[in-house]
Structures are given as structure tokens and as C-alpha cells.
């Protein structure tokens, strides 16, 4: 499978010793030479010490997911050596550092090995263990340079671009990158037989990780409020979006600031501040993952039933507890659908790479305040803190927040008498106010049961009327949602159907099941509740396969619980170690299935 | 929460502020708190404290938590928008009100239980982002609304209803706030309005988080012989350390000069307080003095009332947050987002 720009290669090193500077140079400068390329890095819950790995995919054909495979593992970490030189595919090729005798660990039949002196060469070529440990990480990258035929002029320019102004460290970088190239090229047969050849296919795509989009897609919206907690995966997203309001929201002349960001004490009080600024007419968002989502369930009851919008970014990591906190899953599917206790029910939108993080950011804040409600941005650790090749991001420039229905003061004077839960258009979204405004708007927000005026009431009737008012607000918001993604095989008798990061394993996998003649139809669900689209799709197909990264098909049981389809003729497909998908797991689970069940 | 609509009447003769409302335009609800809940009084003060204030209804907002304490918001000021959010977690929603329009004045209403308890994070955390605000605790010792519980700030030895002592330490908002670096702590009794009154006043106009600690008798659990938050208990023990008095900013100060020691603190609004200590050499200017103040008072059986502590000067937090003057409501989406050019150009730096 692996060829020219068709390959994958990973990096085992320690974290903390300045390895993700280098592989994100690698992963640039091929990106650079116009050749589509995925970074996934595999890090741990920790600063310094730690075992950590980034894989790196080429794909001319531009696949984007994990790679099934690995043709080439750098092996700079002894604590790993055995599980890395395992994951060498047959035929591959192992780098590892030849300073010491070879560890028995790295022996295997069947790869090539192949062993360059980094330590040595810092000993001998730079002074002090800081930079001895920095300085090596761009020595093998200088290797890989070498043996995968990476264009050095590209990576001279990063360099120059990255330490331009620091002439001392550019020296040593450069210094650093020629030994581990010198030395492969004079030792090797460079480049190897899977190796780089500069394309074309890069020139409308960038790099970017999905916290990076989701930031700057609160900024396009207009968001002024973000309220958090920090927590592994979400934090970046808070941290880009405040260097994004540095760069475009501080006036210039004052340097005042036009955004609020309050790090709070805890995730309740970071739903709490995005929930009063909210109900105060701010486009307001908080940033978290499954832990922060279970501490916000009581404040996500508030605002659904005292009809606040709010923004609510859950950058999804494996569970329960604390869990894995460094790997990915998609396990709070049902507890966002539902989260807080009696009866809810929340719109939820799937993002799939970083493009749609942009994209279903804004979109975010339009739907939180025409329904005003909470909404979830469902995005991952995979989407959130990888690297994705995706198309640049577009802006319209006539687009305007939609701030839903929102009486001001000259509205108020045709009203006769402004009930703040009354709805009067029948599709269960209620007219807001809100505060400052004039005598006649004012109301007040309970938590307690009130009736269509906003009064407190323990009347069974005037309570059923409100909360059934709300069911027909979010289940009328499903058609107004971002519509599922749907194609189309000729001759195909089964479907697909997945979320989120899935997709680009699936799409894999389906191009692969094609090859080996199995058609299949494709569904990915970007919103929460489920649009008639959705009900059609799988109305069509007898039988479909689930893809989802959790334990218990919590898309399938959505997907029973709401649309009513029998449970038997959805398969699922489930991969929850906290890894990005691989489109051979998709491949080998249908291909089982299909083969047990008699067609 | 309960709420009964007060007939709207208007008594021709009642006396007009200079936004031309009476009394009556600040009031809320009916309450539904028991006849002669210590609540009910600070509702009152409040109401006296706005009017004399003369704020603009419809440009407050009324925050509160859950419990009796949290009820009293729709008890006052009913063309003032107001938020009952859950327990204990007034204090975040006011932050993000607060943050996103700075142009309203912020009256949260919390209790002993909401705010000592299960909102003890969000109180000190809104003390330390010092949110411009009045946080009044109407504090009885007591767990009202489910009928008679220990709060944190029972004292050692106060005896419930039935009689069972209360053992454990008691938190008390005022130590608590001084120690939190709160700019602005005050202790009053709802029996003693003409202390009250001021003081409210005064923490309105306050910049920054006024913490007044009211304690306010819960007549159906805590007013007993043997309960340190009771009326009888309170009025007797109760020791003013400093009397406030509020001078607006347009009204001349035409209190006379007593002879008695008056420190006169200008507020951000341009309002003062003259403040009054009618203990020897206290200075409510001082925090350490204040503690130490509260802490001997303590120790003799007593309750340091009064303006205990103001700082003036202090940076609340739209200081912190650099933010622009004009409520970031009410700033044109033109001027948030960055539009096409922007992206196109930022895009470069992901290649």
C-alpha cells in the first residue's frame, strides 16, 4: 500500500524534550511541497516524562484519517522500543538511536533497521543538556529529511521563518538538521522506496486544529463572552480565541478590551457567567469536555427551561471520571442530548474536521439565540488538538448574527402586555427582552415553575403548557439544524451511518469496501434532534452499520429512542480506546458481519 | 417561588422622588414569607434605599440563588428584570450579566445557606473578580424553606427549635469577606432600619462587590430563646461600630458637623459616605482594624454592625478585563467581527 506521497511515519519520543516542534516542521514542510498530510499526535495526561508519539500520514489521494499502518517508526524512546518496533509494518523500516549498544527490544525479522548516532552527535557537535536534547529532535528530523526526500529548501525557509530574528538559534537549528541529513544520506540508500515528490494539492487548504476554529468561529459570531475552566482537551480553544480578541477586538487607541473572557472557579460558575451574559444579550460561550459537561448539568437544566441561549463547546475525551483525558471519544452523546435532570432535550451540532468547527461555530450562536436555548458544538480531542488538512475557511461578509426574537423598547410600545413565555407564532420560540430595557419588558427568569407569563405557578396545566411548549421548540428546531451529509453508491444495499471525527475513516473505508466490490451508502448526522433526512436515510436501508468511538452505541440508541428504528437493523461499529478511527477497523468489522449474516 | 400581584394603586398624595416615583413604583410582589420574617424588612429597606436613591427600575437587575433569602428578589422593584437562578450560583450569573452589560446596577440577594454553604465557592470567587454589585446575605442561621436545619453561620452553642445545639464552627460572611480582600463589608439587622437604609445605599453606589451581611430573624425556626439570630438576641447584642451616612453626589452635605470623629469617603459615582465610628479610634478605612474590630466584638458576645470597611479606590472587574466602557451589548457587530479580508489574510499563518 505504501509508495510515492502514499505512506505513514511516526515518532515515539518522551514528552517534554521538545519533539512537537520537530514533527510539526516535518508535517509543514510536506504540506508545503503541495502533498496532502495528517498529523495525529498520541500524547499523555502529563508535562514531562511521559511517553508520546506522533504519527504522520501522506496521502496523495487525500485521506486524512489514522493510518491503519506504519512504514517507517523513529524510535527514540527505550521505555517504548518494544511496542514501536512492533508497530513497524512488515517491510518497514525502524530508526533508532545507534549512540548505545542496540537494545534486544528493537530486534525484529522482517524490517529494516537502521541506526544513526543522534546522541553522539550532540555530544560531539553541541554544549549543554538543554540543547543537546532540543537540537536532536531537528537532527532526526534532518534524517527523515533524507531518507523521505523532503525539499530541503522548504524546510530552510521554516526555519528562517520560525528563528529569523534569533540568528544564534537559527545557526544551531540548521547546524542540527545537516548532521541528521548528512549523516542518512552518507549512510543510506536515500531516499527510501516510499518517499515525497512535491504535488499541487495543497494550495486551498490549510493546517489547523479544530480549537483553533471553534475560537475563531465565536469571533466571527460576534461572540463578546467566553467563560471557562481549563481542562484537557477544550483549553486551547478559550486560549486561541483570547489571542484572537487581542489581535482584532482591543481598541487601538485605548486598548480597551471588546470581549469578556473570565476564567472561572469551576465549570458551574463558567456555565453560570456564560448563562447571565446570555440572559444580558451577549453571544456568550463556554469551552469543556465531559467532566465540565457533568458538573454543568443543573445550569444546562436552567437555561433550557427559563429559555436562555448559551454556547456550549464539549471537546469530547475519553470517560467516564476522569478518564483518559489525552484520548479521544465521542461518549457523551447522550448525555448531552439530555443533559440535566426531568425532561430536556438539547440541540447538538457535529463537527467533523476543523472547517466545520469554523463553520458550525457560528452557526452556534445563531441557532442558541433563535431558539434560545443551550446548544453543544460536539466536537473531540481528535478534531480539537490535531492538525487537519482542510480547505481555507470562507467568509461572507454580508452575514449578521440572527439574534431570534428580541422585543426592544420601541417593539415593546405596540405590545399590550409583554408575557415572556407566550407563544405567539406557534412554533414554541417565545419573544425575549432583555434587561435595561423599559418598565413594560421587564420579567422575571425563575427556575421555578412558571407559566407563559413568567409567573411562578404550581398549576399542573399552566406548567404541562410551558414544558410542552419547549418539546415543540427543540423538535421544531430540526429541520432548521445542519442537514446531514448523505451519498450514494450505485447497487448499495447497506449503509453507513457516523458522526463527527468518523468520517474520514469511513469515507476511507467505504472507497475500500468499493474495491472489494461491497457498495455502500453513506450517512454522517451533524445534528441533534434528527431531521426527517435522517429518518429517510435509515427508512431506506434494511440494514445499516453505526459507527460511532463509544462502548455503547449511544448514537444508536438515539437513533431508536427518537426515530423508533428497531435496534436489529442497526449494526454498530464501535471503537472507543481513545484513538482516532482507522478505516481498516471499519473495513474488517463490516466485512465480518457481513460475512456471518447470509445475505 | 411564590408571588401574589400587588393591587396597583396610587395614593395622591404619596411622595415622588425626582424620577417622579413613589414608593409604591418600587415595590414588587406580594411576599409570601412568614408575617414578620426579618426578609421582609430588608425588602423594605430596599425599597426606601432605591427610591431615596432614585435609581431607574427598568436599569437594575435583581439577582438571587434558591432559599427564602433568594425569594425576596420578586418582592421589590417589579419593573426591574430579575434572575432566581439555582442554589448557590447567583454570584456566576451576575458575573456574566455584569460582563456583558456593565450599564445596569446589580442587586444580589442571597441567604446564610445559599452563600455560606453550597455558594461559598461562587461568593469568594465573586469577591476576588470583584463584580460590581450589592451582595446582601440576609443571614438568619437557618435553613427556612426546609424547616429548620443548622446553616454554616449557626453559632457554636445556638440551639434549634427542638431544642439540639449546634456543635461545628460557624463561617462568618464578614471575617470571610475581609480576609478575601472584599472592598466593601457591612453587618446590619433587618430590625434597624435607619442603619440599614445608608448602608445599602452607600454598597449601591459602591464600585465594586458590597457585601452586606444582614441578619435577619427567621421567625418560624430561628427566633427562639437559645438562638443567636434571634430578635431578642440581636437587638440586645447588637454594638454599631461606625454609623453611614449616604450623601448623593448633586445634594449638598448639609449634615452639621457633631464633633464626633467623621471620615467622609467619596464614592465612584461621585456620592459620599460620611462615616461616623462610634467606637474610640475605629477606622473603617483600615481592614485589619476592621477584623480585629469584629473578632473582639465576638469574643464578648457581641455584633459588630455598621460600615465596617470600605476601600474606594479598589479595581473591580471590568478593570481587570480591560473592557470598554460602552456595555459590550451594545457594540455594533461591525465592530466585532473582522470580516473576509481578515480571514483571508490570517489563513496564511496555517500554511
Known sequence: MSGINDFAFKMGTVNGTGSASANALLMQAIFRMGI?????????????????????????????????????????????YAKDVKAVRTGGYLVYDSTWPMDPDLVREGITILGIPFGQMMVEHFEGDRDRTLLRNITYAGSLAALLAIDTTVIERMLSEKFGKKPKLLDANHKAFALGYDYAKAHFACPLPFHLEAMDRTGDSILIDGNTACALGALYAGATVGAWYPITPATALMEQFKAFCEKYRVDKATGQHKYAILQAEDELAAAGITIGAGWAGARAFTNTSGPGISLMQEFIGLAYYTDIPAVFFDIQRCGPATGMPTR???????????????????IVIFPSDPRECFEMAVQAFDLAERFQTPVFVASDLDIGMNDWMVKRFDWDDTYRPDRGKVLDAKALEQVQRFSRYLDVDGDGIAARTLPGVGGKGAYFVRGSGHDKHGQYTEDSDAYQELVDRLKRKIDGSAEHLPAPVVSHQPGAEVGLVTIGSCEAAVHEAAELLRREGIHTDYMRIRAFPFSEEVRRFLGRHEHTFIIEQNRDAQLRSLLAIELGVPRDQMTPILDYGGMPLQAQTVVQAVKTHLAEVPA | MTSIAKP?????????????????????????????CGHDSVTAALVQAAWELELEPHRVGKMSGIGCSSKTTAYFMKQSHGFNSVHGRMPSVTS???????????????????????????????????????????????????????????????????????EQQPIDPVLLALTLGCSFVARSFSGDKRQLVPILKAAIAHKGLALVDVISPCVSFND?????????????????????????LKREITVPETGEQVRVVELHDGGRVRLRATAPD??????????AHVRACQKRGEIATGLLFVDENGRDMHDYLKTVPTPLIDLPYEELCPGRAALDKLMERYR
Open chain 2, 224 to 248: 427562639h430563646e437559645g438562638s443567636t439570630k434571634s430578635y431578642a438576641y440581636t437587638r440586645e447584642r447588637e454594638v454599631e461600630a461606625v454609623h453611614a451616612d449616604f450623601i448623593p
Open chain 1, 36 to 80: 496532502p498530510v495528517t498529523g495525529k499526535n498520541i500524547f499523555p495526561s502529563n508535562i514531562q516524562g511521559l511517553p508520546t508519539w506522533y504519527e504522520i500520514r501522506v496521502s496523495k489521494d487525500g485521506w486524512t484519517a489514522r493510518p491503519s499502518a506504519v512504514d517507517l517508526v523513529v524510535a527514540l524512546n527505550p521505555a517504548t
Open chain 2, 96 to 166: 456574566g450579566a455584569a460582563a456583558a452589560n456593565r450599564g445596569l446596577t446589580y442587586i444580589g440577594i442571597s441567604g446564610d445557606g445559599d452563600s455560606l454553604s453550597i455558594g461559598m465557592g461562587q461568593l469568594s470567587h465573586a469577591i476576588r473578580r470583584n463584580v460590581n454589585m450589592l451582595y446582601v446575605i440576609e443571614n438568619n442561621g437557618v435553613y427556612g424553606l426546609t424547616k429548620g436545619q443548622f446553616s454554616a453561620s449557626a453559632d457554636v452553642g445556638s440551639t434549634s427549635k427542638k431544642g439540639e445545639a449546634n
Open chain 2, 8 to 36: 396597583p394603586v396610587k395614593h395622591p398624595t404619596a411622595r415622588t422622588n425626582g424620577l417622579g416615583l413613589t414608593l409604591r413604583d418600587y415595590e414588587g410582589a406580594m411576599s409570601t414569607l412568614c408575617a414578620g
Open chain 1, 328 to 346: 479521544t471519544q465521542q461518549a457523551d452523546l447522550l448525555s448531552l442530548a439530555y443533559a440535566s435532570h426531568g425532561d430536556t432535550k438539547h
Open chain 2, 282 to 291: 475605629y477606622d473603617p478605612t483600615d481592614r485589619e482594624s476592621a477584623y
